[in-house]
């Protein structure tokens, strides 16, 4: 489904897709039944967001399918891990809950972190409202440019903007926030926390894309990211060199001043076979996300900023049982700055 790419450099093509195919097979959540996110919707959308239809899937997970402006009026899901004791419908004492937003990364989509790791079994957060939003295949966390016409898809004003206020009023949310994620969702944390000061209160990227303006080798494989399914790549922030602001406003290295003043937790291994590995198992891709977030890590301490945790653990490819066990080892940070278990 990726044979034609004309805006991608031809040498570079087998290479780009290779690394698309390997992250579908290693990304995409195994769980039957899931959902696909973005069915057209008839009739006119409403302004904003709302939800159409509620399911409960499991034991605290609650999905809702949401009807969103920002994204065209098309319908996608939101999984909920609730907390002890949430009652959304009980408004004359409803509690407005410390809130963990997890962001999934490519190829995977909103139920990705319940399906792939035991966050739903983590007792940590039976305290916490933990929210997973759909962010397309290939969504980027980002209001795409569409060659300066913007418009649908905006992940980033539908998250942001329509879906916080949507938890907020409605489901039980806090305004007391922090938010992780892995691959693509690693730098969705970074760039939420970064370019809406003071909606996080700390922020964790596991395996994510750091610095994607790094060098060619970055640019050209976020650029066949951009590529997948056959997407114009253009479409999401342009071209690296035409469009290089649009490209700055969402790479973290150059929002590192705005990190400075939360918490900030770095994880990534060296591509090469660790120990969560099957045998000879290796990763260009986390090869390069390992060097991005060196560079980020190495801007922060630039900056001043006072609260970044790096656990650059060396040996290790860019899949779930890494992801897990840094969800895990960053937890008692995210939560700290919650407030959760003092």
Same mark, same amino acid.
């Given at each position: 489904?990726?044979?034609?790419?004309?805006?991608?450099?031809?040498?570079?093509?087998?290479?780009?897709?290779?690394?698309?195919?390997?992250?579908?097979?290693?990304?995409?959540?195994?769980?039957?039944?899931?959902?696909?996110?973005?069915?057209?919707?008839?009739?006119?959308?409403?302004?904003?967001?709302?939800?159409?239809?509620?399911?409960?899937?499991?034991?605290?997970?609650?999905?809702?399918?949401?009807?969103?402006?920002?994204?065209?009026?098309?319908?996608?899901?939101?999984?909920?891990?609730?907390?002890?004791?949430?009652?959304?419908?009980?408004?004359?004492?409803?509690?407005? *809950?410390?809130?963990? !937003?997890?962001? +999934? &990364?490519?190829? @995977? #989509?909103?139920?990705?972190? =319940?399906?792939? %790791?035991?966050?739903?079994?983590?007792?940590?957060?039976?305290?916490?409202?933990?929210?997973?939003?759909?962010?397309?295949?290939?969504? *980027?966390?980002?209001? !795409?440019?569409? +060659? &300066?016409?913007? @418009? #649908?898809?905006?992940?980033? =004003?539908?998250? %942001?903007?329509?879906?916080?206020?949507?938890?907020?009023?409605?489901?039980?949310?806090?305004?007391?926030?922090?938010?992780?994620?892995?691959?693509?969702?690693?730098?969705?944390?970074?760039?939420?926390?970064?370019?809406?000061?003071?909606?996080?209160?700390? %922020?964790?990227?596991?395996?994510?894309?750091?610095?994607?303006?790094?060098?060619?080798?970055?640019?050209?494989?976020?650029?066949?990211?951009?590529?997948?399914?056959?997407?114009?790549?253009?479409?999401?922030?342009?071209?690296?060199?035409?469009?290089?602001?649009?490209?700055?406003?969402?790479?973290?290295?150059?929002?590192?001043?705005?990190?400075?003043?939360?918490?900030?937790?770095?994880?990534?291994?060296?591509?090469?076979?660790?120990?969560?590995?099957?045998?000879?198992?290796?990763?260009?891709?986390?090869?390069?996300?390992?060097?991005?977030?060196?560079?980020?890590?190495?801007?922060?301490?630039?900056?001043?900023?006072?609260?970044?945790?790096?656990?650059?653990?060396?040996?290790?490819?860019?899949?779930?049982?890494?992801?897990?066990?840094?969800?895990?080892?960053?937890?008692?940070?995210?939560?700290?700055?919650?407030?959760?278990?003092?």
């Amino acid at each position: 489904m990726f044979a034609n790419i004309p805006t991608v450099p031809t040498p570079l093509r087998a290479r780009l897709l290779l690394v698309l195919a390997v992250l579908l097979a290693v990304l995409a959540p195994t769980a039957p039944g899931a959902v696909a996110a973005g069915k057209p919707e008839t009739g006119t959308a409403r302004p904003g967001a709302e939800v159409v239809a509620v399911t409960r899937v499991a034991d605290r997970q609650v999905d809702l399918s949401v009807r969103s402006t920002a994204l065209g009026g098309r319908t996608v899901d939101v999984r909920l891990l609730t907390p002890d004791g949430w009652d959304p419908n009980d408004r004359r004492h409803r509690q407005h *809950w410390p809130t963990l !937003w997890l962001l +999934h &990364g490519c190829c @995977g #989509d909103y139920t990705s972190w =319940t399906s792939m %790791t035991d966050v739903a079994e983590t007792d940590s957060l039976r305290d916490v409202l933990v929210v997973m939003p759909e962010a397309g295949w290939n969504g *980027w966390y980002s209001d !795409w440019w569409n +060659h &300066g016409q913007g @418009g #649908d898809p905006a992940w980033e =004003t539908f998250h %942001t903007k329509e879906l916080r206020h949507l938890l907020e009023r409605d489901w039980g949310a806090g305004s007391n926030r922090v938010v992780a994620g892995l691959s693509m969702g690693g730098q969705g944390a970074l760039l939420y926390a970064a370019r809406h000061p003071g909606m996080f209160k700390a %922020t964790a990227a596991f395996s994510g894309s750091a610095h994607p303006l790094l060098n060619e080798e970055s640019i050209d494989r976020i650029m066949g990211f951009f590529a997948g399914q056959g997407n114009d790549p253009l479409r999401v922030w342009g071209d690296p060199v035409a469009q290089r602001r649009i490209w700055q406003a969402h790479d973290p290295f150059h929002l590192a001043k705005r990190l400075r003043s939360i918490p900030v937790y770095l994880s990534c291994g060296d591509g090469t076979t660790g120990p969560l590995d099957p045998p000879g198992a290796t990763s260009a891709l986390e090869a390069d996300f390992n060097r991005q977030n060196h560079a980020l890590a190495a801007e922060l301490e630039r900056v001043g900023a006072r609260h970044v945790t790096t656990n650059f653990y060396g040996p290790g490819t860019h899949g779930w049982a890494y992801w897990e066990r840094e969800l895990h080892a960053s937890l008692p940070m995210l939560l700290g700055a919650l407030g959760v278990g003092d």
